[in-house]
Nanobody, 126 residues
Framework: VQLVESGGGLQQAGGTLRLSCAAS????????IGWFRQAPGQEPYERVG???????????HVLDDRKGRGTISIDSAKTTIVLEMNSVKPEDAAVYYC?????????????????WGQGTQVTVSS
C-alpha cells in the first residue's frame, strides 16, 4: 500500500503545474486525499496543506493564495489524484506530498498516521 507522486521537476513561472498521485495496492474509495508542500528547510511536521478532495462526494478544498489557481480532481477509477496549478510562481517551489486519510483530511495538520507518498520536487524558474 503506497502513494506515488509524479509530475514535478523544473517548471516555468507563469506556466501550469500538474502533479499526479497514484494509489498502489488500494484505491481511494472512502478516502480523503490531500496535497501538502514542504519548503526547503522545513521539517515534515511543518508541511503546509494545499488542496484536498473527498473520493465519496468529490468535494474539494484549495487553501489560501492557491485558491483560484489550483484545482484538484480524481479519476473515475479512484486511483489517481491530479493537482493542477496555473500561473506558477517562484514561491510554489517545494517538495509536494500527497496523503490519504480514511477520515476527513485536515489540511491544517500533518497527520503522521496517514499514508504519505515519497514526494515530488517542484522547482520554478523565473
Amino acid at each position: 500500500v503506497q502513494l506515488v507522486e509524479s509530475g514535478g521537476g523544473l517548471q516555468q513561472a507563469g506556466g501550469t503545474l500538474r502533479l499526479s498521485c497514484a494509489a498502489s495496492g488500494f484505491t481511494f474509495e472512502d478516502h480523503d486525499i490531500g496535497w501538502f508542500r514542504q519548503a526547503p528547510g522545513q521539517e515534515p511536521y511543518e508541511r503546509v496543506g494545499v488542496a484536498c478532495i473527498s473520493s465519496n462526494d468529490g468535494e474539494t478544498h484549495v487553501l489560501d493564495d492557491r485558491k483560484g489557481r489550483g484545482t484538484i480532481s480524481i479519476d473515475s477509477a479512484k486511483t489517481t489524484i491530479v493537482l493542477e496549478m496555473n500561473s506558477v510562481k517562484p514561491e510554489d517551489a517545494a517538495v509536494y506530498y500527497c496523503a490519504t486519510d480514511r477520515a476527513t483530511m485536515n489540511l491544517y495538520y500533518v497527520e503522521e498516521d496517514n499514508i504519505w507518498g515519497q514526494g515530488t520536487q517542484v522547482t520554478v524558474s523565473s
